[in-house]
């Protein structure tokens, strides 16, 4: 993709839990995302997700597969180029108590990055840090606080001024709000979106919270257990979502209007993720799909393209817009 800042090509993500145990916590996942857009990231707790951006930024090192970063494969870039690389790619921590040193000053904490890449110092290190906070809608005199003084909204600017210190193209936002109150979630929403247009960036946004994902996302992508499930544009994928897991997700959002919530069929997934040290075969999400057939348990569904830029990885569905059963015959496709 010409206009692709960063390529997953077929990555892996194991963590060895035993002698001979592995936990695939990132398990073969293909996509790509374009400059300048937001990229939605969704699924349950435990499907992958965080450690999906950490290996895409660097903090874990895949176990398979390929991050190209404008078109460059970032696991052979090395020395000077590999500084230069990491500067470009940052991230925003769920957790904005943890993610914070709680012994160092916000002007400290905000130039960290500053220092490690030799950028200011003396007065103009200052400046940048004055200029950042006042950017994330703080003021010049909370660089002598600690982040024990702040609240958690105020605490996520802090790391979010932090993430634009070193003029980053690509930032990786690890569930931002899922910690903090829902009033304050909307207005972290909104300075991302505006800071988005203002600094050029482009976001991969990890929630499980699909109502704010859609808001803010150009296009999403469902992970169930170390798996994408499916990939479209954000209102193709509301309007239309085609895999059992999406829909289930999707009828889980709370409706305003109650008339509308009385109307609507909540679709109730049994039992619990299962173990990604040993996950099902087949169809990872079989063993709670409510439309499993005896083909899921036996083939890994293939990733296809069911409908223009709408990605699915189904029995449910083949190029033909049918179903497939177990002895490979194709018949009309189930009415989801």
């Known amino acids: 993709m010409s206009d692709a800042l960063v390529e997953v090509q077929q990555v892996k993500k194991y963590f060895n839990v035993g002698r001979n145990d592995s936990l695939k916590a ?47 494969d970032t696991s052979l870039v090395k020395g000077k180029d590999a500084r230069d690389l990491n500067r470009t790619m940052q991230m925003i921590f769920q957790d904005p108590e943890a993610s914070l040193n709680p012994r160092m000053r916000v002007m400290d904490i905000i130039a960290e990055g500053i220092d490690a890449h030799g950028l200011l110092k003396g007065k103009k290190r200052k400046e940048r840090v004055f200029q ?74 990890i929630a499980h919270d699909l109502g704010m994902v859609k808001h803010i996302s150009d296009r999403i992508g469902v992970m169930y257990l170390g798996n994408l499930m499916e990939l479209a544009d954000s209102d193709s994928l509301f309007d239309e979502p085609l895999h059992p897991y999406t829909q289930a997700l999707l009828s889980a959002i709370p409706v305003p209007n109650p008339k509308e919530a009385s109307e609507r069929e909540r679709i109730m997934l049994e039992g619990d993720l299962p173990s990604p040290i040993s996950p099902p075969s087949g169809c990872r999400f079989r063993t709670r799909c409510p439309h499993a057939m005896d083909v899921c348990s036996e083939v890994v569904p293939e990733w296809r393209e069911a409908k223009e830029n709408h990605w699915v990885a189904c029995h449910l569905y083949t190029n033909e817009g049918g179903e497939t059963n177990e002895g490979g015959e194709t018949n009309e496709k189930v009415d989801l």
């Open 26 to 72: 990132v398990d073969n996942i293909s996509f790509f995302i374009k400059k300048g857009e937001t990229f939605g990231l969704v699924g349950e707790s435990g499907s992958g997700k965080s450690t999906l951006g950490r290996t895409i930024v660097g903090l874990h090192q895949a176990t398979d597969g390929r991050i190209v970063y404008n078109g460059n």
């Open 132 to 205: 950042l906070l006042e950017k994330v809608g703080l003021s010049a005199e909370h660089a002598k606080r600690y982040p024990h003084e702040f609240s958690g909204g105020q605490r996520q600017r802090i790391g979010i001024a932090r993430a634009l210190a070193v003029e980053p193209d690509f930032i990786v936002a690890d569930e931002p709000i899922s910690a903090l109150d829902v009033s304050i979630q909307a207005q972290i929403v909104n300075l991302m979106e505006d800071l988005k247009e203002e600094e050029g960036l482009t976001y991969l946004f």
